[in-house]
Nanobody, 122 residues
Framework: QVQLVESGGGLVQAGGSLRLSCVAS????????MGWYRQAPGKQRELVAV???????NYADFVKGRFTISRDNANKAVFLQMNSLESEDTAVYFC????????????????WGPGTQVTVSS
């Protein structure tokens, strides 16, 4: 089964930057979307940024102008460049791929990484 390997999380001071990476262990037959969510303690998971097939990019209002999502040409990786980090950005960040993994016969599913901790100190 697919494995999504995340990296890049850690501890950073307010105003600093981090770059998150998420790499799939195999190939997808088709990908409808790729993106990042986050979840802080006591809160529900929320959308941070997403790329959708057709070339559209969407960002949550609270990260516009600070975060940038990107992907590789092979659709095996998605990245999140985070600049001007604030203490409110502290959360576990999860990457997600939505599509068919392996072949056209595979089910259409959402796939999630294990999460990587981002902690921003003030």
């Amino acid at each position: 089964q697919v494995q999504l390997v995340e990296s890049g999380g850690g501890l950073v001071q307010a105003g600093g930057s981090l770059r998150l990476s998420c790499v799939a262990s195999g190939s997808f037959y088709i990908i409808n979307s790729m993106g990042w969510y986050r979840q802080a303690p006591g809160k529900q998971r929320e959308l941070v940024a997403v790329w959708r097939s057709g070339g559209a990019y969407n960002y949550a209002d609270f990260v516009k102008g600070r975060f940038t999502i990107s992907r590789d040409n092979a659709n095996k990786a998605v990245f999140l460049q985070m600049n001007s980090l604030e203490s409110e950005d502290t959360a576990v960040y999860f990457c997600t791929f939505s599509g068919q993994y392996g072949s056209r016969w595979s089910p259409l599913k959402d796939y999630w990484g294990p999460g990587t901790q981002v902690t921003v100190s003030s």
